[in-house]
């Protein structure tokens, strides 16, 4: 491994082992180290018997050949169960280490809504494959790796006494050729290898991705009969991933017949150099074999990196992947990246939401879609956003939610708690309905009678019983209609009964009636409300207008006074239009505007 594979590898280990006292991962890599230990002495006891078995068969001494026989099957005893532990115990660990890292890496993931800025910034690929599978790998070859490693290490220390007890020679051959090995795989191979496989989880986690957008869009791409699209799309993405694989054998075949000519060859070296001593008579023929199993066996040991390349070169190409997210999703010590680029919108808790000279981009974009924006919203406030389409009201939306925040100016608001979204696509769970309803929530003090009536508000008064109750759990993308998603996600804002609902086309699929009414129970309720909707219907429901102009520009109406289809020659027409885009002491108050 290079250095740089080497930190990278530090920096996604070191927590678990360093930072959070984790004494109980301690304790078992040095029971597991113990375990290597008596495993080591135990195969050397074993080489041992193997040489004395043999030179009391060539010396035709029954009882000495006996003597070893229960030697050696007592050694066994001991050996087979501690062999069966230590790979449980090994497998244990690496399992235990796994949940604790994936634990990490779904917290950054999570909590800091990590996974949208990822998603919308496209910086890295297919982050579930690498939370999923890449952890999986590294925890499971860390453990692996180490402890081959180590126990390379004792091999040798163990087998080498051995070894040169009876040939000093034996031990020179075996440390030039396992040196020389060693080199040529990590300049021939190395590099490439480490690359190949690097792609090689890339493509095959694209592949996978696009089967799964398949999935997910099945209805979509049957109504367009999108199937010859697909297969070409899903083809290019095979195509790579095979090809890849292609270049990535080739370079293994290179590999195997280097290993096995490495390998294959200790069959005769050390008999080649011994056999001199045993035809001579200076050594016995079980002292030949018990040095050939030492010489096998040290040069498993040095020889460790040449045999494991093939693994090894998957790892490390992993390591990087898993690497490049931690230094996105967990804390680090870095410095924030390029954070410099465009100020931040600052967010401010306040008592009304309150925009102050809220200008905003796109995330890495130069483009203002709104520029200088000033607003109050009082309770009881009901901001209608229009505008033509792409010019930045789901934008501004998302920036008020904070999941956008290049630009500058301050966002005052109360709490995150008091506000809801809702958006033209709902989303649903997979779960009961009682879940979808009461959604993001895990739990409610509302009982089933609230929640049925609920229900019925909002014109799905047969659904639990359609569906069989409300723990009853069924596929609620595929069984409702958009139209009664929607109506079920304006439910939640029932359950939830939050100070201010955001709407951004949330009634799209809704029969006029449904919507008027789903708008009326709101307004009662008080709430208030901020929408992006393109009916003309609705503006009735709203105390306001913000009429974004595009290039960063925008008009706040009286809704009373304002026409759907003619916006700009209205626009400033009533005395209360102009009052509402005049600053108040630096924003634009809407409620003192209405
Ligand atoms: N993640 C992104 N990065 C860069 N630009 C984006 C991103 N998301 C959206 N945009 C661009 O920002 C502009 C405003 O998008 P937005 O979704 O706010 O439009 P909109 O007014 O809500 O449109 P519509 O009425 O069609 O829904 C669009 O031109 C869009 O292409």
Not at 513 to 538: C, D, F, K, Q
């Amino acid at each position: 491994m290079s250095l740089a594979a080497w930190k990278q590898f530090l920096s996604v280990a070191k927590p678990y082992w360093l930072e959070d006292n984790r004494k109980q991962a301690w304790l078992l890599l040095v029971l597991l180290i113990a375990l290597m230990l008596v495993e080591t002495q135990l195969a050397v006891m074993l080489n041992t018997q193997a040489g004395e078995m043999t030179s009391a068969l060539a010396g035709k001494n029954g009882g000495r050949f006996w003597d070893s026989v229960r030697t050696c099957l007592i050694i066994l005893a001991f050996a087979i169960p501690i062999y069966a532990f230590y790979y449980y115990m090994r497998d244990l660990f690496a399992n235990q280490w796994r949940r604790w890292l994936t634990g990490r890496f779904l917290d950054g993931y999570l909590k800091r809504r990590k996974y949208y800025e990822l998603q919308a910034d496209g910086e890295i690929d297919n982050p579930d494959q690498r939370i999923s599978e890449d952890i999986n790998t590294f925890t499971g070859k860390s453990i692996h790796f180490l402890l081959i490693f180590l126990g390379s290490i004792m091999q040798l220390v163990a087998f080498s006494a051995v070894l040169w007890s009876i040939s000093h020679v034996l031990v020179g051959v075996l440390a030039v050729y396992a040196l020389v090995g060693t080199v040529v795989a990590l300049h021939v191979f190395g590099t490439p290898l480490i690359h190949l496989n690097f792609w090689q989880l890339r493509r095959e986690a694209d592949f996978r991705f696009s089967l799964m957008r398949l999935r997910e869009n099945a209805e979509c791409i049957a109504f367009y009969r999108g199937e010859a699209q697909e297969r070409a799309h899903i083809d290019s993405k095979f195509d790579k991933v095979i090809n890849n694989f292609a270049r990535l054998i080739r370079k293994q075949r290179s590999l195997n017949l280097f290993q096995r000519t490495f390998s294959q060859l200790t069959l005769v070296l050390p008999f080649v150099i011994l056999a001199e001593g045993v035809l001579s008579g200076r050594l016995e023929v079980g002292r030949a074999i018990q040095a050939a199993g030492a010489f096998t066996a040290v040069l498993a040991a040095v020889g460790i990196i040449v045999d494991n390349f093939e693994s090894l070169s998957r790892f490390v190409a992993g390591i990087g992947r898993l690497q490049a997210l931690s230094d996105l999703v967990l804390p680090n010590d870095k410095p924030a990246a390029a954070a410099g680029e465009h100020p931040r919108i600052e967010k401010r808790s306040g008592e009304h939401l309150a925009l102050e000279a809220l200008t905003l981009y796109p995330p890495q974009s130069d483009r203002v879609l709104i520029k200088e924006l000033s607003l109050v919203l009082k309770p009881g406030d009901a901001l209608l956003i229009t505008g033509d389409s792409g010019c930045g009201k789901s934008s501004l939306l998302r920036a008020i939610a904070g999941l956008w925040h290049t630009g500058s100016g301050v966002i005052h608001h109360p709490p995150m708690e008091d506000f809801f979204f809702l958006p033209q696509q709902p989303y649903l769970q997979h779960g009961t309905l009682r879940s979808q309803l009461i959604y993001p929530s895990s739990e409610t003090s509302l009982d089933d009678e609230q929640l049925l009536e609920i229900l019925e508000q909002v014109h799905l008064p047969h659904l639990a019983e359609r569906v069989g109750g409300l723990d009853a759990v069924r596929d609620w993308e595929k069984l409702l209609s958009v139209g009664e998603q929607q109506r079920l996600a304006f439910g939640r804002v029932l359950v939830h009964g939050p100070g201010i609902v955001i709407l951004d086309e949330a009634t799209s699929a809704l029969d006029s009636a449904n919507e008027a009414s789903l708008y009326e129970r709101l307004r009662e309720g008080g709430t208030t409300l901020i929408s992006i909707a393109h009916r003309p219907a609705v503006l009735r429901h709203h105390t306001h207008v913000l009429r974004l102009t595009g290039q960063g520009g925008w008009e706040v109406h009286d809704a009373s006074g304002y026409e759907f289809d003619a916006p700009v020659a209205k626009a400033i027409a009533g005395a209360a239009s102009v009052a509402a885009v005049q600053p108040v002491k630096g924003t634009v108050s809407v409620a003192a505007a209405g």
